[in-house]
């Protein structure tokens, strides 16, 4: 479906969804923002040109497609169901959204939620005749200003599916079909959990291998051109860690909630997944002591203080 099909309504203007509408500007879709925050709106606004909505009802109204971008699964819900007495699902069901166009209401759920969640929202919002797709991402702020980020689509509704691919396509450039609905939020969260294991084990061998007497650069060098070297390894590590620079633009309180979204789908599933367990509490542990707001690569700083005491 051509851009000039749909007009996106963007709820969550922050460090990731910022640039992610951005760029469905960029591909010449009208696109409307929102944020609970009205400066984070104003910004947008001042940056792309673009009108933002005063309310959810109002977005609801004007939209043909609503993308969410928010910090929990919890949140989503929240908003789509509840706020403004569920303004935005009961516009998109009602007609608002997707009024006199073929399709009906549709809502791209691109934050990291919990897969089960997703799956009572998908039919507590198809009992208002609104579709929903989720397609959380990976690649951090930097693929996300420039629309190369790695999305994972998890639908029931291949035709819900199908219409959400080109708006999903002008932020990433790989999309993965995961599976039915909560598939896409299942796969970031388990792609998480094994990226704050790596991260945790590079981060280990440094300190371990600091402690010996190794130069942390000698040993990097060496992990990235033999079997222990990851994306962990070759980009966080080397270009945040060694430097101090700690800017990689993903909150620590993110990643320990991606953990934790693994963790509870291996323990809803019954799987035994010890190793999980472990980084749940160990990324929960490094949250809560610098914050979530801290940059994750920031946790070395605390595992470098306990390692030896």
């Known amino acids: 479906m051509p851009p000039s099909r749909e007009t996106v309504g963007f709820i969550g203007l922050g460090n990731m969804g910022r640039p992610m509408a951005a760029n469905l500007v960029r591909a010449g879709f009208e696109t409307i923002g929102y944020d609970a925050n009205p400066r984070a709106a104003e910004a947008f606004a001042a940056a792309t040109g673009c009108r933002t909505a005063p309310t959810l009802a109002a977005l609801a109204e004007a939209a043909t497609v609503a993308v969410t971008m928010l910090p929990t699964g919890a949140i989503v819900r929240r908003v789509l169901l509840e706020e403004e007495g569920g303004a935005l699902a009961n516009g998109l069901g009602a007609g608002g959204l997707g009024a006199g166009r073929s399709g009906g209401g549709l809502v791209v759920d691109m934050s990291s939620s919990e897969p089960m969640g997703t799956r009572a929202l998908g039919a507590a919002l198809a009992g208002r005749g609104v579709a929903l797709v989720d397609a959380p991402v990976s690649g951090g702020v930097p693929k ?120 509870d789908l291996a323990d809803a599933l019954g799987a035994d997944a010890p190793l999980s367990r472990d980084m749940k509490a160990r990324w929960g542990a490094a949250s809560e002591a610098l914050g979530p707001d801290a940059d994750f690569t920031r946790a070395v700083t605390l595992w470098e203080i306990k390692q030896f005491t």
């Open 144 to 263: 996300a200003a420039d629309g190369t980020l790695a999305i994972m689509v998890g639908a029931d509704d291949g035709a819900a599916a199908e219409r959400a691919e080109p708006v999903l396509r002008a932020m990433g450039d790989r999309l993965f079909r995961a599976g039915r609905l909560g598939a896409g939020h299942a796969a970031k969260a388990l792609n998480n959990y094994a990226a704050s294991a790596a991260f945790t084990a590079a981060a280990e061998a440094l300190i371990v291998g600091e402690a010996f007497g190794l130069e942390r650069e000698t040993l990097l060098t060496i992990i990235n051109n033999s079997t222990g070297r990851s994306f962990n390894s070759e980009a966080p590590m080397k270009q945040e860690v060694l430097p101090r620079t700690f800017a990689t633009g993903f909150k620590l309180g993110l990643m320990a909630k991606d953990v934790a979204i693994a963790v």
